[in-house]
C-alpha cells in the first residue's frame, strides 16, 4: 500500500521569505501523481501543484515550485515570497497513474506566516 | 475551473438520526467520486470510492450500512449517514474526478461537518 509522510507537523516562516515543506512517500509503481493541496481555515482543499512521475522536469506554479525526487522518493513544496495569505494546512498527497484513483494523503503540515 | 458543491455545509442532529449529505459536480459530470473524513487537526482518511451506477467500494474498517452512499447521476452523489451518534460528528469531504480530464486532479467539495448531540 502507498503511505505518504509528512515530517514536519508545523512550519513557519517570515513574511517575503522562502520556506520548505518536506513530503516522503512509499510505493511500488513507476507511473504516479503527486500533489501538494492547501487547506485554509475555511476547509476549502486547494490544488496548489501536480506533478507526474514521469516528468524529469520540476513543476512550477507562480511562487510555488516542487523538488521532486523520484529515487529518493521525495517531493518537497517550495514556497517563495510568503505571503499572508499562505498561511493553512498544507496537505501532500498520492494517486496511482492507472486504476484506483483515490488520493493517498500525508498528515498535513500546518504553515504559518509571521508578518 | 471545476466547481464541486457540497450541501449542507454543516449539520446538527440528534443521536439516532439519519443525515444526507450531498456532493454536486456542477459544470463537469464525475463517473467516480469520493468521500472522506476528517477529524479536527488530522488528515483527510478516504472512506468510501462512490461510482455512478454501481456499489461503492469502502475502505477497510467503514462499516457500510452506516455510511450509505448513493451515486445516482454522473453529477450526483450522496453519504447518509444512518442513527447517527456523537462519535460520528466530524468533517466529511467529498471530491470528483473530472470525467474529460486526464491531468489526474481531483475536485474537493467545501466540506460538511456534521455534530451529532
Known amino acids: 500500500a502507498q503511505t505518504v509522510t509528512q515530517s514536519q507537523p508545523e512550519m513557519s516562516v517570515q513574511e517575503a521569505e522562502t520556506v520548505t515543506l518536506s513530503c516522503t512517500y512509499d510505493?511500488?509503481?513507476?507511473?504516479?501523481?503527486l500533489f501538494w493541496y492547501k487547506q485554509p481555515p475555511s476547509r476549502q482543499m486547494i490544488l496548489v501543484i501536480r506533478?507526474?512521475?514521469?516528468?524529469?522536469q520540476n513543476a512550477t506554479e507562480n511562487r510555488f515550485s516542487v523538488n521532486f525526487q523520484k529515487a529518493a522518493k521525495s517531493f518537497s513544496l517550495k514556497i517563495s515570497d510568503s505571503q499572508l495569505g499562505d498561511a493553512a494546512m498544507y496537505f501532500c498527497?498520492?494517486?496511482?497513474?492507472?486504476?484506483?484513483?483515490?488520493?493517498?494523503f500525508g498528515t498535513g503540515t500546518r504553515l504559518t506566516i509571521i508578518p | 475551473g471545476a466547481v464541486v458543491s457540497q450541501h449542507p455545509s454543516w449539520v446538527i442532529c440528534k443521536s439516532g438520526t439519519s443525515v444526507k449529505i450531498e456532493c454536486r459536480s456542477l459544470?463537469?459530470?464525475?463517473?467516480?467520486m469520493f468521500w472522506y473524513r476528517q477529524f479536527p487537526k488530522q488528515s483527510l482518511m478516504l472512506m468510501a470510492t462512490?461510482?455512478?451506477?454501481?456499489?461503492?467500494?469502502?475502505e477497510q474498517g467503514v462499516e457500510k450500512d452506516k455510511f450509505l452512499i448513493n451515486h445516482a447521476s454522473l453529477t450526483l452523489s450522496t453519504l447518509t449517514v444512518t442513527s447517527a451518534h456523537p462519535e460520528d460528528s466530524s468533517f466529511y469531504i467529498c471530491s470528483a474526478r473530472r470525467d474529460s480530464s486526464n491531468t489526474g486532479e481531483l475536485f474537493f467539495g467545501e466540506g460538511s461537518r456534521l455534530t451529532v448531540l
Open positions: 462512490s461510482n455512478e451506477g454501481s456499489k461503492a467500494t469502502y
Open positions: 459544470d463537469f459530470q464525475a463517473t467516480t
Open positions: 498527497a498520492y494517486r496511482r497513474y492507472f486504476g484506483n484513483e483515490k488520493l493517498t
Open positions: 506533478q507526474e512521475a514521469y516528468k524529469q
Open positions: 510505493t511500488s509503481e513507476s507511473d504516479y501523481y
